[in-house]
């Protein structure tokens, strides 16, 4: 039974930071993608950063590449999400999922086949 469980959201400041982490059961972190997605108030769900299995690739949506940065923890099986600069665009609920079949990444949450709660996420001005 596969089981994801997001945590590390909060409130913070705008610039400020957080690292949220998706601890996995049933699976090693190591074998499969594993996305980050997030559903700001009023929105849909969008796609932030993917890392891959096997050479640990990784995969964010373009306007948040350099402020975002995706990384596993295979001795602990949890993949994290550091974000940095944070504006209140980014307040959302983020949830991560698990890719079970192809081990390449994708931001579509339609080829994810697991998925976490979600951790709040607020970026107050």
């Known amino acids: 039974d596969v089981q994801l469980q997001a945590s590390g959201g909060g409130l913070v400041q705008v610039g400020g930071s957080l690292r949220l982490s998706c601890s996995a059961s049933g699976i090693p972190v190591d074998g499969y993608a594993i996305g980050w997605f997030r559903r700001a108030p009023g929105k849909g769900r969008e796609g932030v950063s993917c890392?891959?299995?096997?050479?640990?690739?990784?995969l964010y949506k373009d306007t948040l590449k350099g402020r975002f940065t995706i990384s596993k923890d295979n001795s602990k099986n949890t993949v994290h999400l550091q974000m940095n600069s944070l504006k209140p665009e980014d307040t959302a609920v983020y949830f991560c999922?698990?890719?079970?079949?192809?081990?390449?990444?994708?931001?579509?949450?339609?080829?994810?086949?697991?998925w976490g709660q979600g951790t709040q996420v607020t970026v107050s001005s």
């Open positions: 890392i891959e299995s096997d050479d640990g690739s990784t």
């Open positions: 999922a698990v890719k079970i079949i192809g081990l390449s990444c994708s931001l579509y949450d339609f080829e994810f086949d697991a």
